[in-house]
């Protein structure tokens, strides 16, 4: 088995920053993409920024310029490194990651961290 641990989230004013993590951790096992994925109250998942084994980056466009996504492959550890947050980033925010076992690739997702950011 394959967990995901999310921290960071929070309690921040508008204007403010914070960095999520995830880590990864469990027995045998490559992950090949990850992403941050949020849900506000009342609205769908949405994707906020993916990264590819090599680095590569996408974000929403309503985070892009202000969200930074970032991995250490070594320690198996992704990161969101999000700035200049307003109220409408508020939302519970959950790592996700493609990962392989054996022959077998399947996504596996956190717990996910409330963002929280007041006006």
């Known amino acids: 088995q394959v967990q995901l641990v999310e921290s960071g989230g929070g309690l921040v004013q508008a204007g403010g920053s914070l960095r999520l993590s995830c880590i990864a951790s469990?027995?045998?096992?490559?992950?090949?993409?990850m992403g941050w994925y949020r849900r506000a109250p009342g609205q769908q998942r949405e994707l906020v920024a993916h990264?590819?084994?090599?680095?590569?980056?996408n974000y929403a466009g309503s985070v892009k310029g202000r969200f930074i996504i970032s991995r250490d492959n070594a320690k198996n550890t992704m990161y969101l490194q999000m700035n200049s947050l307003k109220p409408e980033d508020t939302a519970a925010y959950y790592c996700n990651a493609a990962v392989t076992r054996g022959l077998v690739l399947r996504d596996y997702w956190g717990q996910g961290t409330q963002v929280t950011v007041s006006s």
């Open positions: 469990g027995n045998s096992f490559s992950i090949n993409a």
């Open positions: 990264i590819t084994t090599g680095g590569s980056t």
